[in-house]
């Protein structure tokens, strides 16, 4: 059974940049969730998606947008990158009803905002 | 709003030093309870999920418990492979989506 992965691991990107992060779900699970990290602090919801459709977000603002496929992977943007968005981003599968269902974590994207 | 508070912050043990982490929570109406260990640059590693009120968990030298308003992590005669952070998260009712996490305990076990 494959476990949840995500690419990049490490990215630098410089203030006003755009970035994109990417997420394959454990095999077999049909729910997507993402989550910020700052150093020293626990993970923060930003979204999660279900059958292709947002099911729910957390307090981030718009530049935060984010994709589910039909294989059930999933993507998340960032736009106008701000110096606060370096941190580790964290995608977490989970199978059931939207969000149901024990949330696996993935190793995280580490990402610096210069 | 979904609150999650974890104590201590930090916590040195030595081999075989059992010790309790705390965590406390305030939620309208609880789904489940989850604990999570993170080893430093990775992601979350699930340990338990706790339901109901009573409930109790374990797992190697881990057991973990639930009442209305608190969580209980026990680690009984810890070893160096133990060290990590721990985390505590909530699930709210009604809202099968977010988890909401504590701050994390970070323990250290010496030999």
């Known amino acids: 059974e494959t476990g949840v992965t995500q690419s990049p691991t490490h990215l630098i990107k410089t203030r006003g940049q755009q970035v994109t992060l990417r997420c394959s779900s454990q095999s077999g699970h049909n729910t997507v969730s993402w989550y910020q990290q700052a150093l020293g602090q626990g993970p923060q919801f930003i979204f999660q998606?279900?059958?292709?459709?947002?099911?729910g977000r957390g307090n981030f603002p718009p530049r935060f947008s984010g994709l589910q496929f039909p294989n059930y992977s999933s993507e998340l943007n960032v736009n106008a990158l701000e110096l606060d968005d370096s941190a580790l981003y964290l995608c977490?599968?989970?199978?059931?009803?939207?969000?149901?269902?024990?949330?696996?974590f993935g190793p995280g994207t580490r990402l610096t905002v210069l | 709003e979904d609150q999650v508070t974890q104590s201590p912050e930090a916590l040195r043990l030595q081999e075989g030093e059992s010790s309790s982490l705390n965590c406390s929570y305030t939620?309208?109406?609880?789904?489940?309870l989850f604990w999570y260990r993170q080893d430093p640059g990775k992601g979350p590693e699930f340990l338990f999920t706790l339901y109901s009120a009573g409930e109790e968990k374990e797992k190697e030298r881990l057991k973990a418990t639930l009442t209305k308003k608190e969580s209980f992590l026990h680690i009984t005669a810890p070893k160096p492979e133990d060290s990590a952070t721990y985390l505590c998260?909530?699930?709210?009712?009604?809202?099968?989506?977010?988890?909401?996490f504590g701050t994390g305990t970070r323990l250290q076990v010496t030999l």
């Open positions: 977490a599968s989970s199978l059931g009803t939207g969000g149901l269902g024990t949330q696996y």
């Open positions: 998260a909530v699930q709210e009712a009604g809202t099968a989506s977010k988890l909401t």
């Open positions: 939620v309208s109406g609880l789904r489940g």
């Open positions: 998606y279900y059958r292709e459709e947002e099911n």
